[in-house]
């Protein structure tokens, strides 16, 4: 397993420290748009690379992408999106970018109804109650069923998946989060592992397989050892979220890594059981004393002992 950091697209301190802490590996954004060139242009990735490179971290994953919620919602202009994705995913391969997290939440993305939440030692994470949400208003797209998004994301697969093969960047599509439908009228339709399958069936392909997020699908219910070996016998798994809660898709909060639901070292040894050699990295962490949850599920401190907790996994899942 190739354990990774999700960092900026500049030099920071996390950059530092992961490097003390042993990582090699970076998931990245995209960049920042400069010199009138827009993020997913060729020239600002190569920057970012370099840079990320001459810092000694290979970047093996983009977890971002150009502007997509027309080809989610099927709206006109969503042909001009495809264009732009298909040039982005061109140049990722151009420049030996192997993997792309993506996902299909239409109108907003992982949500959550607190980020203040308080867990072991008074640090902080993020839950959802979807009590709370059933009275909320509908977004500007009204209802959006799951039949619109199924035949959206097939209609988008045809015409990205055959970009991927050519540029041999693999396609790692992410579940909703949280894993219920609808929410404010929208439907989700990747809450579990049947509908992950269902997905990267649509349009069949060695570069169209699933981020395996252990927290989302741990929350759906899924047995996040039983979902490794099945998505890698088909060699499915390009990329791993390794995070864990406690609750229903109802109901739920974010926890430390060794606080959740989830057996954290069968799951691991499950991964080198099936030979798992992708990218991977801690995700959603609490917020810790002394932080200010700025960037709830991100912040610094958390990052550090999750990345402690799973190199330990890692040596006891080798041994």
Not at 248 to 253: N, S, V
Not at 287 to 298: I, Q, V
Request: charged residues 25%; proline residues 6%; hydrophobic residues 40%.
């Amino acid at each position: 397993m190739k354990l990774a950091e999700f960092f900026s697209s500049h030099p920071n301190q996390l950059w530092h420290l992961a490097k003390q802490m042993g990582i090699n590996y970076a998931v990245g954004p995209l960049p920042r748009e400069e010199n009138g060139l827009k993020p997913w242009d060729y020239i600002n990735l190569m920057h970012m690379k370099k840079r990320f490179e001459d810092f000694g971290l290979d970047l093996a994953v983009i977890e971002s992408a150009p502007p997509a919620n027309r080809i989610k919602l099927g709206l006109p202009g969503r042909d001009e999106e495809i264009e732009v994705m298909q040039q982005f995913i061109t140049n990722m391969g151009a420049l030996g970018i192997g993997v792309l997290c993506y996902n299909f939440m239409a109108q907003f993305n992982w949500f959550r109804t607190s980020t203040t939440t308080r867990t072991r030692g008074g640090a902080l994470v993020s839950s959802y109650d979807h009590e709370v949400m059933k009275h909320a208003p509908l977004t500007e797209a009204g209802i959006v069923t799951e039949e619109q998004l199924w035949d959206n994301l097939k209609y988008y697969l045809e015409r990205i998946v055959p970009v991927a093969e050519k540029a041999k960047v693999r396609l790692a599509l992410h579940p909703d989060d949280p894993p219920i439908s609808p929410i404010r009228g929208v439907s989700r339709i990747l809450r579990n592992a049947d509908a992950l399958q269902r997905a990267i069936d649509l349009v069949p392909s060695e570069y169209s397989g699933i981020t395996l997020c252990q927290g989302t699908l741990a929350t759906a219910g899924e047995h996040i050892p039983s979902v490794i070996r099945s998505f890698a016998a088909r060699d499915k798994i390009f990329f791993v979220h390794f995070r864990d809660v406690r609750g229903t898709p109802e109901k739920f909060e974010e926890t430390f890594h060794d606080d959740g639901q989830t057996n954290m070292l069968e799951a691991m040894k499950t991964y080198y059981e099936v030979g798992y050699q992708g990218p991977a990295r801690p995700d959603h962490v609490p917020t810790m004393e002394g932080e200010d949850n700025s960037h709830p599920g991100y912040e610094l401190l958390g990052r550090l002992y999750g990345v402690g907790y799973i190199k330990g996994l890692m040596e006891a899942a080798g041994s």
